[in-house]
């Protein structure tokens, strides 16, 4: 992706690159059916507007032109997301419509200025929009770029965009930026009647995988041997293998499934495997959550499975998506 560009004729004519990440929901509301949505803001406005390819759970939206068409794209986003909130408020029972919100990605910079000396800039800029507005404490990862955050109503979040613009024309990226590229997620899978699933957004599809194999091993050795007894928990394996690390990412929407109330479920899943369970703290800007994984490979494998089976109720619902939410 471009850094920012600004080329100024007499002040009037700017051309400026504006970047915004998107979850795949999002990104899916703002293309349309048959990419008629974003066909539609691409004639309308006049300005481009770029997605950023690959199965990611986050992607890239560029907006590209004169500031006017920006502002154009900007507005026809804000309300389609609005449109959105208020069509999903409609089969769930939320008193309060909750503020439409955009994500910017902003050379970090840049960011200085936006927060101004000791705040002073932000704190104008939410009091003469109306718009809440914040500035990631972190860089992305492996970038140069934060996270800035804009929330409130679609006229708040123009107007805070045009501010917004006004500052990175004033004050361009120093150095070079190292644009942030979001990583495809090595998505949780979900066992459900022999099938493996995997989660994508809010829905489980049907999905052929290693773990299959796993998981029928696993359900051919229930009742899994009491740990403390030397027999390894999977035949053929060691009994006591080197200890391991594996790594799985679980999108935040389903790490409390993993937790359960108060760590019950968690632990739980810690004494019956044996293996170490770590779970990273949530990063700002990042829709995932680490998780680390140490011990034997049976260890391991049985922990593994242990999660993939909390997943279960999910997988189940593929038949009907409608019953789902993304909590």
């Known amino acids: 992706m471009e850094p920012i560009k600004v080329q100024s004729d007499g002040g009037l004519n700017v051309t400026l690159s504006i970047r915004l990440l998107m979850h795949g929901k999002e990104v899916g509301s703002i293309i349309g059916k048959k990419g008629e949505t974003v066909k539609k803001m691409r004639e309308e406005s006049g300005a481009r507007i770029n997605i950023s390819e690959g199965s990611c759970p986050e992607r890239i939206v560029t907006i590209t032109g004169p500031t006017d068409t920006i502002f154009k794209a900007f507005a026809m986003i804000a309300y389609k997301f609005e449109e959105d909130i208020i069509n999903s408020m409609s089969t769930s029972p939320a008193t309060s ?151 799985l990412t679980i999108p935040n929407d389903l790490i409390g499934c993993i937790i359960g109330r108060q760590g019950t479920k968690i632990n739980e899943i810690r004494q019956m495997s044996g293996a170490q369970i770590k779970i990273a703290n949530a990063i700002e800007g990042s829709s995932e959550r680490q998780i680390s994984i140490t011990g034997t490979p049976a260890n391991i494998s049985l922990a593994q499975y242990l999660i993939n089976a909390r997943f279960r109720d999910v997988a189940a619902m593929w038949n009907d998506p409608s019953s789902m939410t993304s909590s």
């Open 97 to 247: 419509k909750p503020p439409v919100t955009l994500r910017l990605v902003v050379p970090a910079s840049q960011c200085g200025s936006l927060i101004g000396k000791g705040g002073s800039k932000i704190k104008e800029m939410r009091e003469s929009t109306g718009a809440q507005v914040q500035v990631a404490g972190d860089m992305l990862p492996n970038s140069t770029e934060r996270a800035v955050t804009i929330s409130g109503t679609p006229e708040a979040i123009i107007q805070c965009v045009k501010q917004i613009c006004v500052v990175m024309l004033e004050s361009p990226p120093k150095g070079a930026t190292i644009p942030y590229r979001p990583k495809p997620a090595s998505t949780p899978v979900i066992f459900s009647g022999g099938q493996a699933y995997t989660i994508q957004g809010q829905y489980a599809i049907p999905h052929p995988d290693q773990l299959t194999k796993l998981h029928h091993l696993a359900m051919q050795q229930t009742p899994f041997t009491p740990l403390g007894q030397t027999t390894p928990a999977f035949p053929g394996l060691d009994a006591s293998p080197p200890a391991s690390t594996h790594e």
